[in-house]
């Protein structure tokens, strides 16, 4: 097995070195050749928000047969499958390879990953048997609702949709957007942050997370909101109306005023998932565009594509500008086994401001090397490209990341400071000896 980049696989654990051989070959010859007849079976019109294409749940039986089922959680689960983050996140950069098909057919999908995790961190025995036992089966799925449409959600203290308590009951009352998953026919469950406290002094501590059976009464799927026009369907990303939603006061997760606790848990690892599979998105645009430069019948000006050096030019910088990333994201996992995500902070800062960026450029010269057919769905870019510019938002959008690091680096300014001012005062010393 061969070494990628920062990490050499052979020193990983053998169960890893198996679970990647098995994905790696399943991704290839299984998922990508899966993707035209997914579209085909997924049909058009209302019945694409109806239904589950016979061809995933194919692909989701092999997957578990090979044992490659919910791998995303990590060894400190009792329900995951042991891999550290390093190891899985090199696994989800081959499920980026077939973004739409291997991520679900491994059950490692989000929202339904974060989602599980909350669960697993935090759930109660009763919240796990009803909700994570289904999730884990893949029998349902889920949806994580926070964004909403009249606050600028960046700042997750403004949000708005107010948590009432009467009795024995939670009741809920607000507006949500953006909420992925939302749409799916078998999404059973949504997990809702809201605001509980909202007179509470600390600011962090005014919210809590809810879970709410999808089927509530109260709870309206206004629509779906398309990306550059797609609306990925049957998941769609969906704007939620809850409108005097009742739920019982045990469906509450870790606590009132906890939220911010529970959504930092529910972050951290999840980022490097979704950074991993952007490398694996944009391999495959690299891979389509040294494909499409080196055909013999596409020339230009007596030349080959190939032989432009502007060509050449892009295809190096996407190569270094992956492998770049590659080593910020495995260096963010790695710091996370070492300690935890809030040990990796910065780490996973920077990993999450750099994937969504790179795969950007890199898609971008992969679309302009295929002319106009790579603004077409002949090919698989386009579709790329507006998944993944979602993801400069998803998570935190890049200018808190950026602001957040940039603080945390001012934070050294002081100390370098006085180091500064204590070489120049042992310079002075030398020359006053001269």
Known sequence: MAT????????????????????????ENDCIPAEKTFD??????DQRWKVIPPVLEELKAKARSLGLWNLFLGKAYAEGAGLSNVEYGLIAELTGRCPKLAPEAMNCSAPDTGNMEVLAKYGTPAQKEKWLKPLMDGKIRSAFAMTEPRVASSDATNIELNIRREG?????????????????????????????DAGNANKHRQQSIVLVPADTPGVTVIRPLPVFGYDDAPEGH????????????????????????????????GRIHHCMRTIGIAERALEYMMVRVTDPARRT????????????????????????????????????DQGDAKSALKEISMAKIAAPNMVLSVLDRAIQAHGAG?????????????SSRTLRFADGPDEVHISQLG???????EEIRAKFQSQKEKSQARLAKL
């Open 40 to 45: 085909l079976q997924m049909g058009k019109g």
């Open 374 to 386: 790579g603004l077409s769905d002949d090919f698989p870019l386009a579709k790329f490209y507006a």
């Open 301 to 336: 000006f007596g030349k080959g594509l190939y032989e432009h050096g502007t060509i050449v030019s892009d295809i190096a910088r996407s190569r270094i500008e992956i492998d770049q990333t590659r080593f910020l994201v495995l260096n963010a996992a790695r710091k996370i």
């Open 168 to 196: 024995n009951e939670y009741v809920l009352n607000g507006l949500k957007w953006w909420i992925s998953g939302a749409g799916d026919p078998r999404c059973a469950l949504y997990i809702v942050m809201g605001k509980s």
């Open 4 to 27: 990628n980049s920062l990490v050499d696989l052979k020193q990983l654990s053998p169960k890893f070195q198996d679970l990647y051989a098995k994905t790696k070959d399943f991704v």
């Open 238 to 269: 969906c704007e939620i109306r809850f409108k005097d939603v009742r739920v019982p006061v045990e469906n509450i997760v870790l606590g009132e005023g906890r939220g911010f606790e529970v959504i930092q848990g529910r972050l951290g690892p």
């Open 407 to 413: 603080r945390n680096e001012l934070r050294r300014a």
